[in-house]
């Protein structure tokens, strides 16, 4: 099969699911089976990881452990993301041919977890990172609510300068990651000021699993001060999993086409299902990630 075949096959798997549906688990299976083979047979790295693979259903497939793109280059393109390096160390790098798929999962899937939200974007401009190439997919989408997008750096700054926003803010929506910033809070104390702050619910606190490795995310689904407790929901192009006798999570993604869509994290988390996880923070000497601090 070829890109284009998958790309378009992938775009149709993204119109034909909303967020809140089940998932056609036969589809998503098949889908993925096509992309693994595609990626073995173009991508050299992957052929010799996978080499001994010969697999009749996803969850005989090895994730690729994400901590490898700091040191080699996966993917086909000369597009890509860079991590921001939360730790100060060594960034990440997604490499792809264009960002098609990113594009119309984002289009589709953002609004129907914030309805009828406009974007007010707190995040500075940083070449190649992911969050900014998000907001400037989103910029376009009008509403009467308003959605203040931001790291938990950026929450925390406006927060110390008691600078509030001119709009009244509906939602506020928490990246992670405080980005070398010393924070004077915990996270939980962090999301009770914030409510103080802009007079709003728990509920209206909500917050991405996202990263640079991946084209597709995950979002809060309930809503507890301790981050840990807060039940993540992956998009439909997202599958979550571990792998026997461990606690790390790790993914399918559809849309990474272009690099590997079979990815194991160092973040240690719980399975409810396929589709739904709980945070509980990182494996023991592995480098922060943002998306893992809240």
Not at 185 to 202: A, G, H, K, V, W
Request: proline share 3%.
């Amino acid at each position: 099969m070829t890109r284009d075949n998958l790309i378009l096959e992938v775009l149709s798997f993204i119109h034909a699911h909303s967020f809140y549906e089940e998932v056609d688990e036969s589809w998503f299976d098949d889908l993925a089976l096509k992309i693994f083979h595609y990626q073995k047979r173009k991508n050299t790295l992957l052929k010799k990881f996978w080499s001994p693979l010969s697999p009749k259903k996803t969850s005989d497939i090895f994730p690729f452990p994400m901590d490898a793109l700091k040191y080699v280059h996966l993917g086909e393109g000369d597009h890509f993301f860079a991590s921001s390096s939360t730790s100060s160390g060594k960034p990440s790098r997604h490499f792809f041919m264009d960002d098609v798929l990113y594009k119309e999962q984002l289009r589709r899937y953002f609004p129907q977890v914030f309805p009828s939200h406009a974007i007010i974007n707190l995040l500075e401009f940083r070449p190649n990172w992911s969050l900014f190439r998000m907001m400037e997919h989103l910029e376009e989408i009008k509403g009467e609510k308003k959605i203040l997008v931001g790291t938990s750096k950026n929450h925390c700054e406006l927060l110390l300068q008691k600078k509030k926003i001119q709009h009244h803010i509906d939602t506020l929506f928490d990246t992670g990651g405080f980005k070398n910033f010393l924070s004077p809070y915990n996270q939980e104390e962090l999301y009770r000021r914030l409510c103080s702050f802009y007079d709003i619910d728990i509920s209206s606190i909500r917050g991405e699993y996202g990263m640079t490795e991946l084209f597709s995310q995950a979002y809060d689904i309930t809503f507890e001060f301790n981050s840990s407790k807060r039940i993540k929901r992956t998009i439909p192009t997202l599958r979550c999993f571990q792998m026997k006798n461990s606690n790390n999570l790790a993914f399918i993604d559809l849309c990474n086409i272009d690099s590997c869509a079979f990815m194991l994290t160092s973040d240690v988390g719980h399975i409810l299902n396929k589709r739904e996880f709980t945070l509980e923070g990182r494996m023991q000497n592995s480098a922060l990630k943002g998306c893992s601090l809240r």
